[in-house]
Each structure stands twice: as structure tokens, then as C-alpha cells.
């Protein structure tokens, strides 16, 4: 096995392990906030769920989207490198989610629960924006250029 399939295996045991974990710490705390603002544990905790249900939904899906590489992969140097480059946009994306998503609590103590409903699809449709930029960039910057010789 070549150092390109050793690379997307530690690829997506980085990035599932750090989607788990990020899901893990946003819902356990996240439910405290929502069941405050909601004054409803049900509707709290079913919130929280959905929240958890897309946040995976989106991450996982950037980790699919961004897990192929068309650039040669020769050695272990090359492997790191490209490796590297994965794991830091997956973070990027994690962070971002989780920002949005304390966005989107903030708002929704501020209206009380109010509109929270309508903040959280326009959370989820920036995030949505976001993600597209950085997986287009992405694969675009990994396109051969017209006239290469591919590897």
C-alpha cells in the first residue's frame, strides 16, 4: 500500500474522531443553553438533536467532499503535507460550525426563543456558503492546469 492510501486513512480517522468529539462537547454544553431558552427540556433537548444531526451532516460531508486528492503522492514528506493541508481546513470548518452555532444560541436567548427557528436556517445557509467556497478553492487548487502531464 502506497503512501497516499495510508494518508486518506489517517485522514478520516483525524477528522471522524475530531467531528465526534466537537459533536460531543457542542451538545453536552449546547443543552444547558437551550434548555434555558426554550423553558421547555422536550423542545430543548429535540433542538439540540437537530443541531448535532446537521452539525455532523455538514462536517462529514466537507471530510467526503475534501478527502480526494489529485496530487501526487510520492513519499511520506508529500503524504504529511497534503495530510496537513486536510486536517487544517477540516478544523476550519469545525471551528466555524461551532461559532455559528454559539451564534445562533446568542440569538436565540436574545429573542427568546423567538425567531430561533429562523436564525438557525440562516446560520445553516451561511455555513452552507461557507463550506462551498472552501471545498470549490479546494479542488480547484488540486486541477491539473491546462497542458500539465498528470503524475
Request: proline residues 1%; glycine residues 8%; neutral net charge.
Given at each position: 500500500?502506497?503512501?497516499k492510501f495510508?494518508?486518506?486513512l489517517?485522514?478520516?480517522?483525524?477528522s471522524v474522531?475530531?467531528t465526534i468529539?466537537?459533536?460531543?462537547?457542542?451538545s453536552?454544553?449546547?443543552?444547558l443553553?437551550?434548555e434555558d431558552?426554550?423553558?421547555?427540556?422536550?423542545?430543548a433537548?429535540?433542538v439540540?438533536?437537530?443541531?448535532?444531526?446537521?452539525?455532523?451532516?455538514?462536517n462529514?460531508?466537507?471530510?467526503?467532499?475534501a478527502?480526494?486528492?489529485?496530487?501526487?503522492?510520492p513519499?511520506?514528506?508529500r503524504?504529511?503535507?497534503?495530510?496537513?493541508?486536510k486536517i487544517?481546513l477540516?478544523?476550519?470548518?469545525l471551528g466555524?460550525?461551532?461559532?455559528?452555532?454559539l451564534?445562533?444560541?446568542?440569538a436565540?436567548?436574545?429573542w427568546?426563543?423567538?425567531?430561533?427557528a429562523a436564525?438557525?436556517?440562516?446560520?445553516?445557509?451561511?455555513?452552507?456558503?461557507?463550506?462551498s467556497?472552501?471545498t470549490?478553492?479546494?479542488?480547484a487548487?488540486?486541477?491539473?492546469?491546462?497542458g500539465a502531464?498528470?503524475?
Open positions: 500500500m502506497d503512501a495510508w494518508m486518506y489517517c485522514y478520516l480517522a483525524i474522531g475530531l468529539w466537537v459533536a460531543t462537547t457542542l453536552r454544553n449546547g443543552l443553553f437551550l431558552v426554550f423553558a421547555d427540556a422536550r423542545l433537548k429535540a439540540n438533536h437537530l443541531l448535532v444531526v446537521g452539525f455532523y451532516l455538514l462529514l460531508g466537507f471530510v467526503a467532499v478527502m480526494t486528492s489529485r496530487t501526487a503522492v513519499d511520506a514528506n503524504a504529511l503535507e497534503t495530510l496537513s493541508l487544517g477540516v478544523l476550519l470548518v466555524a460550525l461551532a461559532l455559528q452555532l451564534l445562533c444560541g446568542y436565540a436567548a436574545r427568546q426563543g423567538e425567531g430561533a436564525s438557525l436556517s440562516i446560520t445553516y445557509g451561511l455555513l452552507l456558503l461557507v463550506i467556497a472552501l470549490y478553492r479546494h479542488s487548487a488540486e486541477r491539473p492546469q491546462a502531464t498528470a503524475n
